[in-house]
Structure formats: C-alpha cells, structure tokens
C-alpha cells in the first residue's frame, strides 16, 4: 500500500513564528503536492514538485514555499505563519503519468493553529 | 473560471440507494475523480471516468457525461461505515486537479 506520512496531525503555532511541515511518501512517486483544506471550499493547490529540486507554484502560493531535497520529501514552509493560514493541509503524492490515471495518494493531514 | 458543483450535504437510509451529483466547467478535462474521505482522515481514491457512460466496481458507481458536464456517484446497500465526505475532481487541461468542496453524507439507521 502507498503511505503518505505527514509528521504532525495538530500544530499550535503563534502569529510570525516559521513552519514546517513535512510530507514523505514511500512509493517513489515524482509528483508530490500541497493542499489546503477550509470548510466550504474545495482542496486548493498551494505547490507541486515535479521532481527534486523542482517546484511549481499552485493556486494560492502566497505566504508559502516549499522544498524538495529528496525524491520521498516534500515541506512545506510558512516564512511567517498568519491567522488566516489556520488550516488543514493534506499532502499528496502520485506517479508521473501523462496518459494513464494520475491517481494522488493523500497523507491524514495537519491541522495548523495559528494564534 | 473553473468550477465544480456538488450538493453539500445529503441524509440517506441505511440499505438505501444514494445518488451523489457533479457538474463542472473547467478549461479542458483529463478524466473525473471520486474521492472519499472520512472526518479527520485522508481522502482515498474510489473512482476514474474519463470516457462517457458507467464505471461499476462493487457497491459503488460512477457515471459520467463529458458533454452534460456532469458525473454522479451511485451508493448501494448503504452502509454506516459510508457516513463520510465525498470529493468530486477534475483534471483539467494541464493535468492539474480541480476540486469540488465535497459532499457530506450521512447515513441513519
């Protein structure tokens, strides 16, 4: 089975401090991705790496970045956490696939709290 | 813009049927996703459509019409166990997912 390991299911977090959060996969997918999860709202792409060492800004990148050391490692970085970044943030990763199913496998999620 | 369309939240029998709706526009499209996710819990993968008509697998289906914009998830023999939301997405022209806010059902005994 494909894991997704997210290393926190709750973060605290108190306004300007920096975070990470770290995402590994298993299955030696190349495509790994962020996403923010708000009620009433469907998942929105905050990045995606293609590769090591690669990104790609998703939909609302602002206030993120994101780093790609290793093909199993993808983190997510608030430089200077805000309020409005208290969320769930899912990450997911899939094969890279242009012509067959690109099924993303999801890890369980960390609920950020800023303060 | 892109947008997908799903009803919020839907109530249904144990042991009944439940059908699950999706419209979208979106720039281009690459096939149709059903995801489930349970509270507190990652969305996991439950179907594929990408050509027109009904995709079968067990006790859940998937519909679709590339020319309606539309897909539906059919739910049979209810169980408590599908109490969960459900994730309508759409890959769109560059391969990129668009997502539905989900549907959230609830199953009564």
């Known amino acids: 089975d494909v894991k997704v390991t997210q290393s926190s299911r709750y973060l605290v977090k108190r306004t300007g401090e920096k975070v990470f959060l770290e995402c590994v996969q298993d299955m030696d997918h190349e495509n790994m991705f962020w996403y923010r999860q708000d009620p009433g709202l469907g998942l929105r792409l905050i990045y995606f790496s293609y590769d090591v060492k690669m990104k790609e800004k998703g939909d609302i990148p602002e206030g993120y970045s994101v780093s790609r050391e290793k093909k199993e490692r993808f983190s997510l970085i608030l430089e200077s956490a805000s309020t409005n970044q208290t969320s769930m943030y899912l990450c997911?990763?899939?094969?890279?696939?242009?012509?067959?199913?690109?099924?993303?496998?999801f890890g369980a999620g960390t609920r950020l709290s800023v303060l | 813009g892109q947008n997908i369309d799903q009803p919020t939240e839907m109530t249904a029998t144990e042991g009944a049927i439940v059908q699950i709706n999706c419209t979208y526009q979106t720039s281009g499209f690459n096939g149709l996703f059903w995801y489930q996710q349970h509270a507190g819990e990652a969305p996991t993968f439950l179907s594929y459509n990408v050509l027109d008509g009904l995709e079968e697998k067990g006790r859940f289906s998937s519909f679709l019409s590339r020319s309606k914009g539309y897909s539906y998830l059919l739910l049979k023999e209810l169980q408590m166990k599908d109490s969960a939301s459900y994730l309508c997405a759409v890959m769109d022209s560059n391969y990129q997912l668009i997502w539905g806010a989900g549907t959230k059902l609830i199953i009564k005994p």
């Open positions: 997911a990763s899939s094969f890279l696939r242009d012509y067959q199913i690109n099924i993303q496998y």
